[in-house]
T-cell receptor, first 115, second 113 residues
């Protein structure tokens, strides 16, 4: 079975500072990995996804993530954050069906960008 | 606009009542997923339909039911509502079984008073 662990529930950071949101997964099979963002009072929006190929994936709004198979990680990074990046970020892994649906989500990391 | 339409956006109802939430998937998508998001439980998968058939079931209460119609829109029915059912309910859709990701709607905020 697959699972996802987001290591930080909250990450406060100052504007223009770099940020890394950590995500680890476990799976006995090859997986696809995703990061979603949820702005206040909105639905989840896909930031980026890793399906295959280059392990460095670039997404929207200047975010990128690196797939590390040996460390079973898919950390999300941005070199310089803006106030508008304040949101909750969810890491997800494909699960090929089962009782949790086809994507398993982590519990989310709330990114708070301060001026 | 993600292409996934959920109505209504807000719903306030009393305990014991029944409500229906509606979802129209993105054009061409065959799968519909329902999620419940609350402060204490986080994002909980409820149920998935693919082309009219139930495909996966998660933590869905017996008081809740769903269906997907021939035109692929889906409805989530919540009955005998309790205060604890207050939450955001999201619908998502995908072309296939969702292995390559979902597209989410903006949600229905349900408040049970």
């Amino acid at each position: 079975a697959q699972s996802v662990t987001q290591l930080d529930s909250q990450v406060p950071v100052f504007e223009e500072a770099p940020v890394e949101l950590r995500c680890n997964y476990s799976s006995s099979v090859s997986v696809y990995l995703f990061w979603y963002v949820q702005y206040p009072n909105q639905g989840l929006q896909l930031l980026l996804k890793y399906l295959s190929g280059s392990t460095l994936v670039k997404g929207i709004n200047g975010f990128e993530a690196e797939f590390n198979k040996s460390q079973t990680s898919f950390h999300l990074r941005k070199p310089s954050v803006h106030i508008s990046d304040t949101a909750e970020y969810f890491c997800a892994v494909s699960a090929y069906g089962g009782s949790q649906g086809n994507l398993i989500f982590g519990k989310g990391t709330k990114l708070s960008v301060k001026p | 606009d993600s292409g996934v339409t959920q109505t209504p956006k807000h719903l306030i109802t009393a305990t014991g009542q029944r409500v229906t939430l509606r979802c129209s998937p993105r054009s061409g998508d065959l799968s519909v997923y329902w999620y419940q998001q609350s402060l204490d439980q986080g994002l909980q998968f409820l149920i998935q339909y693919y082309n009219g058939e139930e495909r996966a079931k998660g933590n869905i209460l017996e008081r809740f039911s769903a269906q997907q119609f021939p035109d692929l829109h889906s409805e989530l029915n919540l009955s005998s509502l309790e205060l604890g059912d207050s939450a955001l309910y999201f619908c998502a859709s995908s072309v296939d079984q969702g292995t390559y990701g979902y597209t989410f709607g903006s949600g229905t905020r349900l408040t049970v008073v």
